[in-house]
């Protein structure tokens, strides 16, 4: 069973940066795609940035620019480096896995963008 937990979440100002990170248990990860996704209240969950086994990277479009995914296959972690930020970042952040036929999805991490 793959265990993703992410960290790095917190209170930051308009313009700010933070990155989060996501641990993964298993030792498939370097297999896995990759994803971050952020949800608020009332919204559909929607996709951030995705990063695939050998590297490739894609994004959305609010975030293109501002955002950067990157992976680490030796820690088994994947982080998202978040610059720039707005208000309108404010969200639940959740990590994604998919490793060959399974997903599996982090508990979420809260990151809020005001002054």
């Known amino acids: 069973q793959v265990q993703l937990v992410e960290s790095g979440g917190g209170l930051v100002q308009p313009g700010g940066s933070l990155r989060l990170s996501c641990a993964t248990s298993g030792s ?10 952020r949800q608020v209240p009332g919204k559909q969950r929607e996709l951030v940035a995705r990063i695939t086994s050998g590297g490739e990277t894609n994004y959305a479009d609010s975030v293109k620019g501002r955002f950067t995914i990157s992976r680490d296959n030796a820690k088994n972690t994947v982080y998202l480096q978040m610059n ?3 208000p ?3 969200a639940v952040y959740y990590c994604f ?3 060959w036929t399974a ?10 963008v005001s002054s």
């Open 84 to 86: 720039s930020l707005k």
């Open 103 to 112: 997903t599996y999805w982090g508990q979420g991490t809260q990151v809020t």
């Open 97 to 99: 896995a998919h490793i």
């Open 28 to 37: 498939t990860f370097g297999a896995g795609a990759m994803s971050w996704y």
């Open 88 to 90: 309108e970042d404010t």
